[in-house]
């Protein structure tokens, strides 16, 4: 079956270390994009990519990185000097609206992230 | 970033009753796309319905209904016959090559 898959479901961060969220989709689908969720709230867009080796900062990319030298991959970093980071962090990935269709967007079950 | 807006944050229904959740949004384009998210107790996403701005008749999937009102930048979901399964947050989001989302309503079903 195709879809999203993140790894670890619970990643624990002690003060001052950087750790790398996974997302792999073996959907084909171009767009990919990392969320974050707090307690209660919504989600707030952190990174996007359209396409392999290109990507861009959504509204709260301050703390984090990413990258994309796959299709399949967009891995995120929450580094250090994410103030906040314990949330709860949702990937999703879609057909570009540039194709002319929208499915609408497909997610990942996602990654609690506790900093201890 | 686009605005979109949910201004209920909670609401219940009795069993098999219905339910309509409001969300407006704020945009300057012409051809968008509009989504209703379910994130039930597992945290899971789940596509409800979608509406194409472009498309004059709302949009429909089973139970689920929208009453898209373009002019008035309105996107209302109504829950028909409420099932105990359809307790959950539900997000209205706005795509503009990302989504933007409203800080959700949370619906509970009683039974």
């Known amino acids: 079956d195709g879809g999203i898959t993140q790894s670890p479901k619970y990643l624990f961060r002690k003060e001052g270390q950087n750790v790398t969220l996974s997302c792999e989709q073996n959907?084909?689908?171009?767009?990919m994009y990392w969320y974050r969720q707090d307690p209660g709230q919504g989600l707030r867009l952190i990174y996007y990519?359209?396409?392999?080796?290109?990507?861009q900062k959504g509204d709260i990319a301050e703390g984090y990185s990413v990258s994309r030298e796959k299709k399949e991959s967009f891995p995120l970093t929450v580094t250090s000097a994410q103030k906040n980071p314990t949330a709860f962090y949702l990937c999703?990935?879609?057909?570009?609206?540039?194709?002319?269709?929208?499915?609408?967007?497909?997610f990942g079950s996602g990654t609690r992230l506790t900093v201890v | 970033a686009q605005t979109v807006t949910q201004s209920q944050p909670e609401m219940s229904v009795q069993e098999a009753e219905t339910v309509t959740l409001s969300c407006t949004y704020d945009?300057?384009?012409?051809?968008?796309?509009l989504f209703w998210y379910k994130q039930p107790p597992s945290r899971q996403m789940i596509l409800v319905i979608r509406?194409?701005?472009?498309?004059?008749q709302n949009a429909t999937e089973n139970r689920f209904s929208v009453n898209f009102q373009k002019a008035a930048k309105s996107f209302s979901l109504k829950i028909s016959d409420s099932q105990l399964g359809d307790t959950a947050m539900y997000f209205c989001?706005?795509?503009?090559?990302?989504?933007?989302f409203g800080a959700g309503t949370t619906v509970t079903v009683r039974a």
């Open positions: 990519s359209q396409i392999v080796n290109d990507f």
């Open positions: 999703a990935s879609s057909i570009p609206r540039d194709t002319g269709v929208n499915y609408g967007y497909t």
């Open positions: 945009t300057s384009e012409n051809n968008y796309y």
């Open positions: 959907l084909n689908h171009d767009a």
């Open positions: 509406q194409e701005a472009y498309k004059q």
């Open positions: 989001a706005f795509d503009d090559y990302k989504l933007s």
